[in-house]
């Protein structure tokens, strides 16, 4: 498989779909970095050091062929997926963090792929990463009783 | 040339075995499920002889001859339908006289529930306290048939991530709001009344532990449920009189959009979402109960005298968080770039006094990916008043601090 896939690809290999109207043939950056897709983030684990860890017993299974559901969007109920070539990337939610943000870490041996209908894909490098979701709130910054979760 | 004589393997279940029949039992919940939300919602009108028939035999079962039936087109109707047929207030079961006999209609029909209630859905909950409420977070709820294939029992997962859809979309998407507003609009009118399509997060939820087989009902008890399920079939609210029965006709026009947990949630965006035949029911948004306004004529002011918040996002985002921001005259802190999404700016507004619930500033940002018609949506988030810029405010949406946020390379 190339190192860099189109969506149409990937809507291929995957079997899900994204709405018609997203650039279907341009190629899908892969990144190491931080990236954002709607109300998700891709943070590397390492960047995160001092927030999030991982259980010394965590359960890591491996992405199965049709993805994991990493989060339901709002209205229309439209999910993030992580997608993985087989036994290139596993995924685990036994962990902690300090914001309550994170919804699992994966570990990807080669690019994976994060799928969302109406964001399209973002590319993700081999590495390990916190999949965080977004937040809301008011008050001061260090009350932490008045937050909510972004549904995009 | 013999072949081994095939081994028998019956005693002998895998756990693969198990998931899969796991498997099939959610998904055949979820079918019955969506049945019932589909009856919870139904605009048909009546199929009055059933009804009459089902609420017949429910008198029946409490000893009483069937009641007269008075049709009326909605449950705002019910209370102006005769002096005979005003339903009475509901009597304490310990108030009551000692003897059956002498009790109201009302009050037998409501014990027969309540035996009903305490026979399966004690049952059910005892098992659910068993498996215990901490294993599932709210948003895993979403994906039912994953939680399966990670090893989840069939009936954790239908009592937590499929019924509640049941409840959420019925009683407290539309039974509740229209309870709220009856009240509101006639005092307690109602008494003792039973929601017939309206009750489906009982008598349907019933029905699905019984049909998967996850629960085995006494005979008497699934009779019992086949005459509530029949009623839920065919008609709106009903108020047993001793001898007249008021029934409601079910709404004529009901409109939903799907709701993150799998269930349906009253939303329109033009005219009432919930309408009756004489033109009682609300307005709604993404399942928000909105005032009238809201929905035709969004204005600052109004948006900010409403003390609801849910009601004035509903009503900001009718508007356009630009419109609004503008209209309302917010004071702009500052704006930035958006990182990772290039041509984007992130824009921090103070958002006046606590009309938000709480002194709060307002950070304006813009989608990563292009809606259909090739535009990006514009949102607003409300982020802690001393987040100093845009930058430390988006950040702080996500749990990083600046620094990080800068470098985020891509948004879609």
Known sequence: MPMTLTLSDLTRQTGLDVLDHLEMDAAIPVLDGLQAQGDLIVVPLADLADAVTVEDRARWRPVPPDGVEVLRGGAGGNPHTLVAEPLSCRWTEDLHDRDGLALGVLRADRPVHLMHPEHGASGIAPGTYAIRRQREGRGPMINRSTHTYVYD | MTHPTPRTRGALRTAADARR???????????????????????????????????????????????????????????????????????????????????????????????????????????????????????????????????????????????????????????????????????????????????????????????????????????????????????????????????SERPVDVRTDSAPDGGRRPHSVDGQAVRYADGWGFHAVNGTRVPEWVITDPTPERIAAEPNVEIRRCAIERLGWDAYTELAGLRLVGSAPDPGNPGSELCLFDLPGNTWGGPARLLLTVNGSVERDGTRRRYGLTVPFDLPDPLAAAAWTYGLDSDQYARLQRRT
């Not at chain 2, 009982?202 to 996850?214: C, F, I, N, P, Q």
């Open chain 2, 21 to 247: 029949d796991a498997l099939e039992t959610v998904r055949l919940a979820t079918r019955i499920r969506d049945e019932w939300i589909d009856e919870g919602l139904s605009a048909l009108p009546a199929d009055r002889p059933a009804a009459e028939a089902a609420i017949s035999e429910l008198y029946a079962r409490v000893r009483r001859p069937a009641p007269r039936f008075v049709w009326v087109p909605s449950p705002a109707a019910a209370p102006t339908a005769g002096a005979t047929t005003r339903p009475m207030p509901p009597p304490r079961f310990d108030a009551l006289p000692d003897r059956h006999d002498g009790w109201p209609a009302a009050s037998l029909i409501a014990a027969l529930h309540a035996r009903l209630d305490l026979r399966v859905g004690d049952v059910i909950a005892r098992r659910r306290r068993v498996h215990g409420y901490f294993h599932f977070e709210r948003w895993r709820t979403d994906a039912p048939e994953q939680a399966v294939r990670e090893g989840a029992d069939a009936a954790f997962v239908v009592s937590e991530a499929l019924l509640p859809a049941l409840t959420r979309t019925v009683r407290d998407s539309l039974l509740m709001p229209l309870r709220a507003l009856l009240n509101a609009e006639a005092g307690d009118p109602s008494g003792y009344a039973c929601y017939g399509q309206h009750g489906v997060h009982k008598a349907g939820a019933y029905d699905v532990w019984r049909r998967t087989g996850l629960l085995r009902l006494r005979p008497e008890d699934s009779e019992q449920l086949d005459v509530w399920a029949a009623v839920a079939r065919s008609c709106g609210w009903w108020w047993p009189g001793d001898e007249e029965c008021v029934v």
